[in-house]
């Protein structure tokens, strides 16, 4: 079986929203390197678009939880590029918050932002890539927090569960020319993460991952990647997890931690 380069996007048109920092940046960076032509969107133009040397993406400013706007994205993306073969709905995220006393507008503006936008940019999208002979993926970044709830993210909870119900339903409905599949996120290292899991870049929460590390954007790249290219051709309505083995029962820590005591203070032994 002869499968070429897997990774050669040559040719191919990307849309990445929330794609001027952090993972969506790192995101668009993997697929401008792969040969994509590259579409990112956020509420302000950076100073810095992501690129390498000889190829930068393409900026547009948008406010993807505006159907208006979503369509306009898409609009904007198949005018420059004259397709439209991937989109990457990444922008989302959601300070923690108390259930008890949040207000109904942060509610409404979390499920906006992690549920709502992704569903307006690929009803756009969908209907770009239907007529295309190669049709088209969406890649939806979900959390986690959608499987394994955590205190203080009710809403953002609720929202990415949603996100993983859309991704299996959209799946169902626009196959076979449009495959939606989706990447559950565990904590990836950014700078933004920082005020989340501490000035030691997570070391502590290592611990308590199998892999003994917190994600990278890179990590969360590769796999928009493979979901996107030819080798995921099969692939559809899929949850791939990109959470390093997700988190060791609370059960078992509490159990393990004496035997842990004495060594480098991590609850599995080095490879």
Not at 126 to 133: I, S, T
Not at 148 to 155: E, I, S, V
Not at 214 to 222: H, K, N, S
């Amino acid at each position: 079986m002869d499968i070429g380069n897997p990774i050669d996007l040559a040719g191919r048109a990307v849309i990445v929203t929330g794609g001027t920092k952090g993972i969506g940046a790192v995101i668009a960076e993997a697929f401008l390197a792969a040969g994509a032509d590259v579409l990112v969107c956020g509420r302000g133009e950076p100073p810095e678009l992501p690129g390498n040397d000889t190829r930068r993406a393409h900026f547009r400013s948008a406010d993807v939880r505006d159907p208006a706007a979503a369509a306009s994205l898409v609009d904007e993306a198949a005018h420059r590029f004259g397709r439209l073969d991937v989109l990457v709905n990444n922008a989302g995220g959601s300070p923690d918050s108390d259930a008890a006393t949040v207000s109904p507008r942060f509610v409404e503006k979390i499920v906006a932002l992690n549920l709502l936008a992704p569903f307006y940019v690929s009803q756009a999208a969908n209907l770009v890539m239907r007529e295309q002979d190669t049709g088209g993926s969406i890649v939806n970044i979900g959390s986690v927090s959608a499987h394994d709830p955590q205190p203080g993210t009710a809403a953002y909870t609720a929202a990415k569960a949603g996100l993983l119900a859309l991704t299996r339903a959209l799946a169902l409905e626009w196959a076979p020319k449009v495959r939606v599949n989706h990447i559950t996120t565990g904590p990836v290292r950014t700078e933004s993460a920082t005020s989340v899991y501490g000035e030691d870049g997570g070391a502590a929460l290592a611990g308590v991952i199998p892999m003994r590390r917190m994600a990278t954007p890179d990590d969360v790249a590769r796999a928009c990647l493979y979901l996107a290219g030819d080798l995921a051709s099969y692939v559809n309505g899929a949850d791939l997890a990109v959470h390093g083995g997700g988190e060791v029962p609370a059960r078992f820590l509490a159990t393990a931690r004496d035997a842990a005591a004495g060594t480098d203070g991590h609850l599995f032994s080095s490879p």
